[in-house]
């Protein structure tokens, strides 16, 4: 039996949450998700706290800037823990720390720290990529494999599929490299460059979804558009519905 392992990220629909909080996640959950990825998750904490539970929406994953200040630590967890978030992300780093292989060291470093005091609380910390980290190369390696190589066993990885596709990677191919490591993908699809309105519902651009899918069975499905020229819940739904079909729920 498949689990319920689709999300959403709610970056995706950060302008109708500015509009309509409430009303925003209660259409999430109409559509058919009961998962959630919580974006500035410190800033909306408390009316995630207060409005999730309302409509059966979980928040098994969470983004923190993590790395910016280790003093934060504690008060990240702690939030993570309130929400009901098992592993916590760090989404983005500074792309020359991606130059060499001991900026990419020292990154692992950052966030294998990171991952020890977490798991104090209980949780797990992820790293989120963006297009750079697989469009440098070291050696013939992706930036990204080369962080892997270089991260204790608890640290995970949110493989953004999309951005990777952009960042020159066969992704299927990168993904089985990597393996258990990937906990959670991105899925997003468009026409593979770096103009985010050109993004589409999942299964309408050119993102072999299918195949990236298969390489990751088991990771959790997040479906996230940074961008997209129209309603926004529009895709939201096709993706899942997408998503549904290929894999349902038995």
Same mark, same amino acid.
């Given at each position: 039996?498949?689990?319920?392992?689709?999300?959403?990220?709610?970056? #995706?629909?950060?302008?109708?949450?500015?509009?309509?909080?409430?009303?925003?996640?209660?259409?999430?959950?109409?559509?058919?998700?009961?998962?959630?990825?919580?974006?500035? =998750? /410190?800033?909306?904490?408390?009316?995630?706290?207060?409005?999730?539970?309302?409509?059966?929406?979980?928040?098994? #994953?969470?983004?923190?800037?993590?790395?910016?200040?280790?003093?934060?630590?504690?008060?990240?967890?702690?939030?993570?823990?309130?929400?009901?978030?098992? #592993?916590?992300?760090?989404?983005? =780093?500074?792309?020359?720390?991606?130059?060499?292989?001991?900026?990419?060291?020292?990154?692992?470093?950052?966030?294998?720290? /990171?991952?020890?005091?977490? /798991?104090?609380?209980?949780? #797990?910390?992820?790293?989120?990529?963006?297009?750079?980290?697989?469009?440098?190369?070291?050696?013939?390696?992706?930036?990204?494999?080369?962080?892997? @190589?270089?991260?204790?066993?608890?640290?995970?990885?949110?493989?953004?599929?999309?951005?990777?596709?952009?960042?020159?990677?066969?992704?299927?191919?990168?993904?089985?490299?990597?393996?258990?490591?990937?906990?959670?993908?991105?899925?997003?699809?468009? +026409?593979?460059? $770096?103009?985010?309105?050109?993004?589409?519902?999942?299964?309408?651009?050119?993102?072999?979804?299918?195949?990236?899918?298969?390489? /990751?069975?088991?990771?959790?499905?997040?479906?996230?558009? @940074?961008?997209?020229?129209? +309603?926004? $819940? @529009?895709?939201?739904?096709?993706?899942?519905?997408?998503?549904?079909?290929?894999?349902?729920?038995?």
């Amino acid at each position: 039996m498949l689990k319920d392992n689709l999300s959403l990220q709610l970056y #995706t629909v950060r302008a109708k949450l500015v509009e309509d909080f409430e009303g925003t996640l209660a259409r999430i959950a109409q559509i058919g998700y009961t998962k959630v990825e919580a974006f500035r =998750t /410190a800033e909306f904490a408390d009316r995630l706290a207060e409005t999730l539970p309302e409509y059966g929406l979980a928040v098994p #994953t969470a983004h923190f800037a993590l790395l910016r200040d280790d003093r934060a630590f504690a008060s990240a967890f702690a939030t993570a823990r309130r929400l009901g978030v098992s #592993t916590v992300v760090v989404p983005m =780093t500074r792309r020359e720390q991606w130059q060499s292989t001991d900026g990419i060291k020292t990154l692992a470093h950052e966030l294998n720290s /990171a991952a020890a005091e977490a /798991a104090d609380h209980g949780l #797990t910390v992820g790293y989120h990529n963006h297009h750079f980290e697989l469009e440098t190369k070291v050696g013939g390696v992706h930036g990204l494999e080369i962080l892997a @190589d270089h991260l204790a066993d608890r640290v995970a990885l949110e493989v953004d599929t999309y951005w990777a596709a952009v960042g020159g990677a066969d992704v299927p191919a990168l993904l089985t490299r990597l393996g258990d490591r990937v906990k959670i993908l991105h899925v997003k699809d468009g +026409d593979a460059t $770096l103009n985010n309105k050109a993004q589409v519902a999942v299964g309408d651009g050119v993102i072999p979804v299918r195949d990236i899918l298969t390489a /990751a069975p088991n990771a959790l499905r997040v479906v996230e558009l @940074d961008d997209f020229d129209g +309603d926004i $819940l @529009d895709p939201v739904e096709k993706s899942f519905a997408y998503l549904r079909e290929l894999e349902p729920l038995v």
